[in-house]
């Protein structure tokens, strides 16, 4: 019988086992893929993180970068240096994920790679989780499953708030000398952007839209985008995936049981970002569950009200931004991106070291006049 058994080893499952099994108690991460496992992700990643761990992260960052360049349909450039603590990490999932599943494992976590769930069973007071070799039972439970796992639905979550987006993203390698900078372009896809971000063997080029809207060719308008920097995105691998936006404040617990990551729709509805957000929801569930062990009765309550009071109250904010930004880029390029302080305030954002409510408000009043 474990103390917890967690579904899933990306951010949010892998921080979660870290947590738990630092504070001695027996962990078990079930992992469907074997690892290390590619996952398409930009792979952007705030620095902030590092403040929740005691361990460092050099092993699994691929590059830093300080500049951040944004283009309107091609044109238009901004240039901008970060005045940040430190440079933007540039990771790989399938280093950085089982990085962090590694380190749980040091804390004494048990892994069980390709091993898929295939049904849960709640028992008196512990569940039973049936895998294709033996069922494994635990006190806990933390689902850690991502956007399309079975896990929410299973436990019972069954109209949760969510919006799916949709991105398409290309792995494109090259030798060529990267440039400490990452990109963002907007106006070439509607009601969302495009991105390059450098890794140290290449680049992970991406589009997404936020807010819906009529289909549109990604191939072709992520080729386009491609041909810009001398890539040629056909020959790379392309991965479309769906984003699981967060929606609105939502129950996240259920009997001896939490949501986290994207399986609990913490993705940034205006940047996308999910890795953070993922992190912190997998170190919240971890506090959850000890508390829970240590017999509070109101811990897994209490957890859903810590990510819809700390993360929910700005995820409303950062709806409000991306619902005008995106609908109207130009404007949006021309009032906030190009302002002096657009980009940092932008990046600042993204890293954790400012808060949509901090700006939003602002940015919404120079942004309503010109969008009517």
């Known amino acids: 019988m474990y103390d917890c058994i967690i579904v899933g080893a990306g951010p949010a499952g892998g921080t979660a086992a870290y947590h738990l099994a630092k504070r001695g108690l027996s962990v078990l991460i079930l992992e469907k893929e074997s690892l290390p496992r590619y996952k398409p992700c930009g792979g952007g990643v705030s620095p902030a993180i590092a403040k929740w761990f005691d361990f460092d992260f050099s092993p699994a960052i691929s590059m830093k970068v300080d500049t951040l360049r944004c283009t309107m349909k091609l044109g238009d450039p901004v240039e901008s240096k970060l005045q940040l603590a430190e440079p933007v990490w540039m990771v790989r999932r399938e280093v950085f994920d089982h990085f962090l599943v590694q380190q749980a494992q040091k804390q004494g976590a048990e892994l069980r790679d390709s091993t898929e769930v295939s049904g849960i069973e ?15 039972t635990g006190r806990y439970l933390i689902a850690a499953d991502g956007t399309k796992g079975p896990m929410a639905k299973w436990l019972g979550f069954k109209e949760r708030k969510r919006r799916l987006a949709g991105a398409l993203e290309a792995e494109v390698s090259s030798t060529v000398e990267k440039s400490s900078m990452f990109h963002f372009e907007f106006g070439m896809v509607k009601n969302g952007y495009i991105w390059n971000f450098p890794k140290a063997d290449g680049y992970s080029i991406g589009v997404a839209t936020f807010i819906g809207g009529e289909p549109q060719d990604f191939k072709k308008i992520l080729d386009e985008y491609g041909k810009s920097f001398g890539l040629d995105v056909k020959t790379s691998k392309q991965y479309g995936h769906s984003l699981c936006m967060w929606e609105g404040n939502q129950k996240l617990h259920t009997q001896n049981a939490v949501l986290a990551g994207e399986a609990a729709c913490v993705v940034d509805p205006f940047t996308g970002e999910g890795i953070r957000p993922s992190i912190f929801s997998g170190m919240k569930a971890a506090e959850a569950v000890h508390q829970a062990l240590a017999g509070d009765i109101n811990a897994l309550e209490n957890y859903t009200n810590v990510i819809n009071e700390e993360w929910g109250s700005e995820m409303s904010w950062a709806q409000k931004l991306a619902g005008i930004f995106y609908r109207f880029p130009g404007v949006g390029y021309k009032v906030g991106v190009k302002r002096p302080s657009g980009p940092q305030l932008m ?3 993204l890293c954790g070291e400012l808060r949509y ?3 939003t408000d602002r940015a919404l009043k120079r942004l309503n006049p010109l969008a009517r």
Do not use: L, M, R
Request: charge should be negative; avoid cysteine; aromatic fraction near 10%.
């Open 122 to 136: 709640f028992k008196n007071d512990h569940w039973q989780v049936n895998t294709p070799n033996e069922p494994v």
């Open 357 to 359: 409510s901090d700006v």
């Open 347 to 349: 990046t600042k954002i």
